[in-house]
């Protein structure tokens, strides 16, 4: 045995548990184990496995402050993303990637699918920058790459050879955008294409609007069940869905689960862009997951953007998107917070088809300590992850406040800080 993580609460209610590592997995999960082994006390604090990043983008994050001023109510993002990407460089993406592992990392997050643009703008930079802060990210989070057009495959020459050079390299998830191409179901037929042709999963962005027409999600489901690719695809915002009646969102939420489609709701990014068209009574845009999970489907929450014209905010923080969507969902038992946190956990697993993620024998020992005494309450108050283990070496640890009362002790400097 390596490491002992002993006292930790894996569930309201259970005896308290020591989780034994050894060579990175977990080998013992048992009240009270003897064995020699260097030793953490989590005294009692919840303890699950890493959070997992469902949607992210690493290649455009951390760019607000070079995009230019939104246009009046119309947010425009894709167009002023669009035009500063020709200065990315290599060195310039992996920077700011690295900057979001760093983040991430600190969160309490050990896993995540990022999603990376190709287009003639940009060309493989954006790939090679996140691919380069990915290895030098490895000792605290396992990262999946999905590359996608952003701005249009059908009508962007250039664009396809740029994805099948992608695929050619190894990469193993294909994502689309079609909304900003002039040929919607010509992406997605190409899509649904190349991941025959690879053999690999499939993350779409669709459906992002503000009105319940003409949606994509039907074709994708039914390019789904012709390639029998059920458990193998995530759709990600599908905003138009909220604008449906209730019966009609239940409906297609049964079809998601027949069909075996993952939908990814990014509260963040949806609640800052839609409603754009309205100045009163602004509809929210967020997808109600717990309704999604109700109808047998599965559903993540993502970060999707940091600081940039899509979402001028950011802190990687799983467990605040999390707060932040039940609030707009309005979902407040118990029952449905813990349905948020599977979300994070879980849900997204199934989503990427981790078969050795959790808290089992065998599985990496990537685990995250938080100030709590529940998952509920880790959503409910943004508590604090204060340790995370990834393949059973301790990767991040927080310090817990200390309160300077009338008669505590002043510091005479505080600690460097370990993110940027
Ligand atoms: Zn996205």
Redesign the pocket.
């Known amino acids: 045995m390596d490491l002992i993580l002993r006292n930790a609460r894996l569930a309201p209610g259970d005896p308290l548990m020591d989780i034994g590592i050894s060579a990175g997995r977990i080998a013992a999960i048992a009240p009270g184990l003897v064995a020699e082994a260097e030793t953490i006390d989590a005294a009692g604090r919840f303890v699950c496995a890493g959070l997992i990043e469902s ?1 992210i ?1 690493l290649d455009k994050a951390c760019i607000f402050d070079r995009t230019a001023p939104e246009p009046g109510r119309l947010a425009d993002s894709i167009r002023r993303t669009s035009m500063v990407k020709h200065g990315f460089t290599v060195e310039d993406v992996h920077a700011r990637a690295s900057r979001v592992l760093s983040r991430a990392i600190a969160q309490g997050t050990t896993r995540m699918r990022t ?1 990376v643009e190709l287009d003639p703008i940009v060309g493989l930079r954006g790939l090679e920058g996140v691919r380069r802060a990915i290895a030098d990210h490895a000792w605290g989070i396992d990262v999946e790459i999905s590359v996608f057009a952003e701005e249009g495959l059908t009508n962007n020459p250039g664009t396809d050879e740029l994805l099948v050079a992608a695929l050619d390299s190894g990469i193993r998830v294909i994502g689309g955008a079609p909304g900003s191409d002039t040929d919607r179901p010509g992406q997605l037929l190409r899509v649904f294409e190349l991941a025959r042709r690879y053999d690999t999963d499939i993350d779409l ?1 669709i459906d992002f609007g503000n009105v319940p027409d003409d949606m994509d999600l039907d074709l994708v489901c039914r390019l789904t069940e012709r390639d029998r690719m059920g458990g193998r695809v995530t759709v ?1 915002h599908v905003t138009k869905l909220t604008t449906h009646d209730i019966d009609s969102q239940r409906r297609i939420a049964r079809r998601l689960a027949e069909t075996g489609i993952t939908l990814s709701v ?1 509260p963040a990014t949806d609640v800052f862009l839609m409603g754009r068209d309205q100045t009163d009574n602004i509809r929210r845009g967020v997808v109600n997951a717990n309704m999604l999970l109700e109808e047998g489907a599965n559903a993540t929450l993502g970060s ?1 953007n940091i600081l940039n014209a899509f979402t001028p905010f950011g802190d990687c923080s799983l467990v605040r998107i999390a707060n932040m969507y039940a609030h707009i969902a309005q979902v407040s038992t118990d029952t449905d917070i813990a349905a948020c946190f599977d979300m994070l956990t879980t849900r997204a697993a199934r989503m990427l088809n981790h078969t050795d993620y959790g808290i089992a024998l065998g599985n990496p020992a990537d685990l995250v300590v938080f100030d709590a005494a529940s998952a509920v309450q880790v959503i409910r108050e943004l508590r604090q992850p204060l340790l995370a283990i990834k393949r059973g070496r301790p990767s991040m640890r927080w310090s817990t406040p200390e309160l300077l009362g009338p008669s505590g002790s002043r510091p005479s400097d505080l600690p460097q800080s370990i993110v940027t």
């Open positions: 949607h983008h999603h962005h990600a990014l999707n």
